[in-house]
């Protein structure tokens, strides 16, 4: 596999090798590729809970536990109204 990298990643790599901290462009590229998989890892979980929160959301307005859009939002600009009173 041939990969073009651009000057100013190569640069990274060059400065990341020259810090000490890796000894190659290998080791550098490894440890991008793993850290862009626990993050691609962890967005995953994240949308999984949020699909679960959504489910239980979706089940508490069928239940007629919500509260309708007009007084959240009401809830909302009150507590930025609060923050900002609070802030000057």
């Known amino acids: ?21 890796f000894t190659n462009a ?9 850290l862009l998989e626990k993050l691609n890892d962890e967005y995953m979980q994240w949308v999984e809970e ?11 307005l069928d239940r007629g536990e919500g509260l309708d859009g007009e ?4 809830q909302i600009l009150e507590r930025f ?3 900002r009173e609070a802030a000057e």
């Open 50 to 60: 949020t699909r679960q929160k959504v489910d239980v959301a979706i089940a508490e």
């Open 1 to 21: 596999m041939t990969i073009n990298i651009k000057p100013e990643h190569e640069q990274l790599i060059k400065a990341q090798i020259a810090s000490g901290r």
């Open 81 to 83: 109204q609060k923050a």
């Open 71 to 74: 007084t959240v939002v009401i």
């Open 26 to 34: 290998d080791e550098v590229i490894d440890t991008a590729l793993r």
